[in-house]
């Protein structure tokens, strides 16, 4: 039985860079994995949609706050956000781990991050993982609003190391970035859509029923395919 939308248009908000998720194309249009997704799922669903990429912590805000539908952005599904947030069915696993210059050899566990300061995104699961661990291993942590700032900073030394979801880093390496990742990733948890708890139920249920649809039919894997290890 097909699930009704109730409004003509839900506001979408998300990461402003979280490639091969969300990032802009050379025509500074964005695509990746979670907007083709989104937008294969709303057409399925017969819903419309309107996507901003706002940033990480900004989308939470704006979801918590009903400024925002629901946000879609390589969210991990955490119990700690299961309070505030309900969550669709998982639909991407990633775990986080710490990255470094491809140059640095100093640094091949968490005990070697004494006295460093290390780089992570305002809002993420690897935030929370970092503050949790940063008296056991002696580590300052920066924080950042977005990618691309953080990887700037470890590239001119002002940071000795970030956080951020494998895929991720594996990406940009795969880009050309010259990052290498000399630790154990750690779980946490799978990507989901998100609303804020409570809330949009239907949308919910059409994103988990276009999700099923898609992974029966094949676009869930094209979709990915046509990001995950392609450097176009
Ligand atoms: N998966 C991580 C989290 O949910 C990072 C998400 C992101 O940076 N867009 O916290």
Redesign the pocket.
Known sequence: KDIKPVKSDYRIVS?SL?AP?EFQNSSKKYVGIDVDLMQAIAKNQKFNITMDFVG?QTAIDQTQASHADGMI????I?DERKKVFDFSDPYFT?N?TIAVKSTTTNIKSYKDLKGKTVGV?N??????FLDKNKDKYGYSVKVFDA?DTMYESLNTGSIDAFM??EP?VKYAILQGKKFATPLEPEK??E?GFAVKKGTNPELLAMFNAGLAKLKANGQYDTIVEKYMGNTD
């Open positions: 990461d979280f998720f990480f952005a390589g969210m991990s955490t990633a986080a995104k809002g993420t699961a690897s935030q929370t990618a951020d979801d991720v946490i948890g990507y």
